[in-house]
């Protein structure tokens, strides 16, 4: 079998292929920068915390969310790649909802940014649509045997974003206070009672 | 392709490694991977589906040993050669040793549609079956699924078949629906009540459940 | 246990490295190791069942990257410290680096019957079906023939039942079958006309087939 | 994720327990050398060619062999651990038999020996019962559309030898001079016409 040990490090094999294309002049590194920079400031869970807590102080939103997530989420400027056909699955006392990608690794990235580590790896992916009780048990977050584990298994074009439930006592808060709340976590589904 | 990417429900991988936060990139070949899987699949002329397939078809163990980015530089690689615009030769050399690319592609655009279909023929409601043909090539039907019964709980508009689309068919439109599986319909005893999985499939992959 | 021990039908591992003779240990190691297990699994305490599922708790990406009887090693050593015989400590440290053991055992003696019996309750020619229960823990059903149909086509003694074994249930003995499957009932439209595949069975994992 | 780089040498991993055992007077090398011993002098593919040499001239051998083959192999001396439920299958000219172990390594020692490593490799066990015609045909061995392929995942107590057809031309040849014709692999499965 072909050992790690024998093959090129993994920085000697990306600099070479890059730097073949780089030389054959077929791949602009300046112009995907642009577009690498845009993802990593630009992107992100506070974005989809934006559109969370839009969701909780305006009612409308949450509807026009539920119903057409995309159109609702671009009203607040977030869409493009792995964006443009989302969902929004709402937790309720009697559902919590679990969004994973078995087979490699969609995740919203206009709301949520560049999906984590632990996301991409078998463990998360293998264990989500067979134990997600257990699963989330181990990750901290105890979902009692009355509420429904729904999982979403983002196999297709459609990016899900979980909305969580607003926190109790949060009635005084502000749109902007009430965003900071919002956790990556929760709108994934790993995470189900936020707090103040 | 039943590979090991197709890792719902296979055991023994252990806890989540979770973190609360981390940047996109923990190293810089991680970013200069990421950069050239958003170059590298046009170069290579290829498209998603064949991007998607091009990490599939890398070598079990590498596909579960290595970190995420190592995929993407695997696949494009891969794509990069197979379509001529680099040789293996040239890389290695370049790299100073052995670069492991994916294993041949061995899938065929069979058993899929070829002309553009975008009215719904399911309902919100409606029991389906999945498809059991465990394809050699690409597939977006989890192997978790082929052969099982679910519920229609959502109608999608209609986009691309991966599975032509990776494989030389084209591009070729197909409705996409949202399946509710019952956890023990999918995991049997093993399985638990109170807990569903929903997936996401194209139109071709499913029968009507008689 | 859904693992990737489990290989039955997963695709992407390219052909068979065919050698026309080979000794049976190619290093000497493996020469030791084959001996530790020999020896090892009795100084733990332990079964046939539990031997065989240590290495099945593998990591895996270990298991399928790792010559053959470092799965031995690996496994027996595991039994070994769990058994409280040798700790890991010990182990890394005469090693003189990190000495890699398989995850913690999930399986649970349960859904397994706990009386002998070794009176066949099916015939050669009657239909069945494997039960599907997906166990966390150790079973010799493997996961392509679960929830399938097939037909018994020879009935053997009872022997004792390796998920109760390998997981303190005991030795329990129970009928054991070869049972017939088409290519098409595991397969689908994947599989093929002309080819079967008869797996051996142990009667707690059948049910009548209606 | 654990790196084999990170990870001590087999060697030195084999030493280490195997030294701890011993130095706690737990393992007996010695003793346990003689059984190892016994496996590498005693046991191989020529132990089943004889089995298979005698069911070729010996029709009512051949006859015992397919009715209660554990039996029938100790007739010849061949018997123990990893054989002592012993099933034969024969090829016929419309039936071609296969051998494989999905679940791990199971292989008929007295009569085979310690399988090769291809047996025992994802490769063979993962495609031999899902695409046997197109695996043998790769490895050599064409078997036409009309010969039913028969595969046999020996996932319990019984371990298989197959039973190739007598070549053609060998009406002449003694029993001692069939066997040597009889190949490992004919008696698995994986090649199915032999050659005098």
Not at chain 2, 99 to 120: C, I, K, N, V
Not at chain 2, 131 to 148: E, I, N, S
Not at chain 2, 153 to 158: C, E, M, P, Q
């Amino acid at each position: 079998m072909t050992g790690p040990d024998h093959v090129a490090p993994i920085e000697a094999r990306v600099a070479a292929i890059e730097a073949i294309l780089v030389e054959k002049g077929l791949l602009d590194t300046a112009k995907l920068d642009e577009i690498v920079q845009h993802f990593e400031e630009d992107l992100g869970p506070r974005n989809g915390a934006k559109v969370v807590a839009r969701a909780w102080v305006d009612p409308e939103y949450r509807q026009r969310l539920l119903a057409a997530a995309t159109a609702a989420i671009a009203e607040l400027g977030f869409g493009g790649p792995e964006g443009d056909h989302m969902v929004v699955v709402e937790n309720t006392p009697a559902v919590h909802n679990l969004v994973v990608c078995t087979l490699c690794s969609c995740y919203p990235w206009p709301t949520l940014g560049l999906p984590p580590k632990w996301y991409k790896a078998p463990a998360y992916r293998s264990r989500a649509v067979r134990e997600p009780r257990l699963l989330l048990a181990e990750m901290g977050t105890v979902i009692t045997d009355d509420v429904e584990i729904r999982v979403w298994d983002s196999s297709a074009e459609v990016r899900y974003l979980v909305l969580p439930q607003r926190p109790a006592g949060t009635e005084g808060l502000s749109e902007e206070a009430l965003a900071v709340l919002v956790t990556r976590d929760s709108m994934i589904g790993v995470e189900r009672q936020l707090t103040t | 392709m039943d590979g090991v990417h197709d890792l719902g429900g296979i055991a023994g991988f252990g806890p989540v490694e979770w973190t609360p936060d981390e940047p996109y990139f923990s190293e810089e070949w991680e970013r200069r991977a990421f950069r050239l899987g958003l170059g590298g699949t046009g170069i290579a002329g290829a498209n998603g589906g064949m991007f998607r397939h091009s990490a599939e078809r890398m070598d079990p163990a590498q596909y579960l040993d290595s970190p995420y980015y190592e995929h993407w530089l695997t696949g494009v690689t891969t794509l990069l050669v197979e379509a001529g615009v680099v040789t293996a030769e040239e890389i290695e050399e370049r790299a100073g040793g052995p670069f492991p690319l994916s294993r041949p592609d061995r899938g065929r655009p069979t058993d899929t549609p070829t002309d553009d279909r975008t009215e719904a023929r399911f309902g919100v409601g409606d029991r389906v079956r999945v498809r059991k043909w465990h394809p050699l090539g690409h597939t977006r039907a989890p192997r978790y699924v082929q052969g099982r019964e679910g519920v229609v709980v959502r109608v999608d508009g209609a986009a691309n078949v991966p599975d032509a689309e990776a494989h030389g068919g084209g591009f070729v439109k197909n409705p996409i629906y949202s399946v509710r599986f019952a956890s023990r319909e999918l995991w049997g005893e093993g399985g638990s009540d109170g807990e569903a999985v929903h997936v996401d499939l194209w139109e071709c992959y499913l029968e009507e459940d008689a």
